[in-house]
C-alpha cells in the first residue's frame, strides 16, 4: 500500500510539473520577447535576450497611450469592483438571512445566470442597450459589470454567510440594532476573507477583459487590453512593443493578486463551498 501510494504521488507530481511548465512556459516566452527587437523575435522566439533593450517598452507606452490606457482601467475596475462588493454582499445577507420561497428562487435564479455565457448574449444585448444607454462612455460600462458579476459574487456571499450563527444577528436585534447597523458593524467585517476573494475575481475578470470594452468604448477611454491591441497592425505585427504592452497591462494585476493572494486562498475554499 505505501509503495503504491509513493507510485501515485510521484505520478501526481509528474503531471502537476508538466502542467505547471505548460501554464508559465507562454509567460517566460513574453518576458523574454519584451526585451528584444523585433529580427530577433522572428529568428529565435526562444533564446534568451542578447542584452536587456527597453526600447519596446519605451514605444510600447508612447503608442498605446498607457497613461490614459491605464487610467480609465484603474477607474473602470475600481469602481465596479467596489459597487459588487457592496451590492453583493447585501443581497447575499438578505437571501442567506430570509427564509422565504422569494429569497430562494432568487438565488436559484443567480446561480442559473452564471451557465449562459456572454457570448450568447452579445448581440441582442448590445443592440436593445443601444437603443436607451450612450454605449460610447465607461459609466455604461460599469453598469454592464455590475450586471455580469453581481451572480457570481452574490454566490460566494452567500455561502461564506451561511456559515455565519444567527445568533449574531438575533443578539444585535436584542440590543436594539437594525439590519443595516448588523450588516455594517458586525457582519461585513466578518467578510474580509470572501470580500478579498470577490475583489480578486471580478479585479482580474474586469481588468482583463476585452470582449466587452471592444463594444462600448471608443478609443479615447480605452483601456490597456484595447490598447494591446494597435501592435497587431492588418500586414506587419510589432511583436517586441506587443510583448512589452503586454507586461505593461498584466503587472499592475499581478502587484494586486500577490497583496491579496493569502486572503483569496482562505475566501475561496470557505466562501465557495456552503
Known amino acids: 500500500m505505501k509503495s503504491q501510494g509513493r507510485t501515485f504521488r510521484k505520478i501526481v507530481f509528474a503531471v502537476g510539473s508538466v502542467l505547471s511548465f505548460a501554464y508559465v512556459m507562454p509567460f517566460v516566452l513574453v518576458f523574454l520577447n519584451a526585451f528584444k527587437p523585433k529580427f530577433d523575435i522572428l529568428e529565435n522566439p526562444l533564446s534568451w535576450p ?28 475600481v469602481i465596479s469592483v467596489s459597487a459588487l462588493i457592496v451590492f453583493s454582499s447585501m443581497l447575499a445577507f438578505y437571501l442567506a438571512r430570509t427564509k422565504t420561497k ?24 448590445m443592440s436593445i442597450f443601444a ?73 482580474l475578470w474586469i481588468w482583463n477583459d476585452f470582449l466587452l470594452p471592444r463594444l462600448v468604448l471608443t478609443q479615447e477611454t480605452q483601456t490597456l487590453p484595447l490598447s494591446t491591441y494597435l501592435f497587431y497592425g492588418q500586414y506587419s505585427t510589432e511583436y517586441g512593443q506587443a510583448m512589452a504592452g503586454l507586461l505593461l497591462a498584466v503587472l499592475p494585476i499581478i502587484v494586486f493578486y500577490l497583496i491579496l493572494q493569502r486572503q483569496f486562498i482562505s475566501g475561496i475554499s470557505t466562501g465557495a463551498v456552503k
Open 50 to 77: 542578447k542584452q536587456l533593450d527597453w526600447t519596446n517598452f519605451q514605444q510600447a507606452m508612447e503608442k498605446m497611450n498607457f497613461f490614459r490606457s491605464l487610467t480609465n482601467s484603474v477607474i473602470i475596475t
Open 131 to 203: 437603443q436607451f444607454v450612450s454605449l460610447n462612455n465607461r459609466a455604461a460600462l460599469v453598469f454592464f459589470y455590475i450586471g455580469f458579476g453581481v451572480a457570481l459574487s452574490t454566490f460566494l456571499y452567500h455561502g461564506f454567510i451561511s456559515k455565519i450563527p444567527m445568533d449574531l444577528d438575533e443578539a444585535a436585534a436584542m440590543d436594539g440594532a437594525n439590519d443595516l447597523t448588523i450588516f455594517w458593524k458586525i457582519m461585513f467585517p466578518m467578510l474580509r476573507p470572501v470580500t478579498a476573494t470577490v475583489a480578486i475575481v471580478n479585479a
Open 102 to 125: 422569494f429569497s430562494k428562487v432568487t438565488f436559484l435564479i443567480l446561480v442559473a445566470s452564471m451557465i449562459v455565457p456572454f457570448q450568447a448574449l452579445m448581440i441582442p444585448f
